[in-house]
């Protein structure tokens, strides 16, 4: 299984982005699709994730602001980021799971300036 993410970019505080991650093949067998991020000198943390059931969870420092979503008919998983901070200047990761399985895709770069 290969995981796209697309969709970071440059954008000043209090902006959007919506980020994708496209799977390569159909998203509905997997248990747990969910996004990371990665800022400079921290460790990778969890941001969000959906399940197989449509269940959202999200970080509290992202509750309110992101929104996590897919769309099976497209094998995709999105991101959308709003009231954006430049604290989530970070590199973005999609990961998916199945059983006892992760997949992570390539990041993609968020950097939100003030």
């Known amino acids: 299984v290969q995981l796209q993410a697309s969709g970071g970019g440059l954008v000043q505080a209090g902006g959007s982005l919506r980020l994708s991650c496209a799977a390569s093949?159909?998203?509905?067998?997997?248990?747990?699709m969910g996004w990371y991020r990665q800022a400079p000198g921290k460790q990778r943390e969890w941001v969000a994730h959906i399940t197989s059931g449509g269940s959202t969870n999200y970080a509290d420092s992202v509750k309110g602001r992101f929104t996590i979503s897919r769309d099976n008919a497209k094998n995709t998983v999105y991101l959308q980021m709003n009231s954006l901070k430049p604290e989530d200047t970070a590199v973005y990761y999609c990961s998916f799971r199945q059983s006892t399985r992760d997949y992570w895709g390539q990041g993609t770069q968020v950097t939100v300036s003030s």
């Open positions: 093949r159909r998203i509905f067998n997997f248990n747990v």
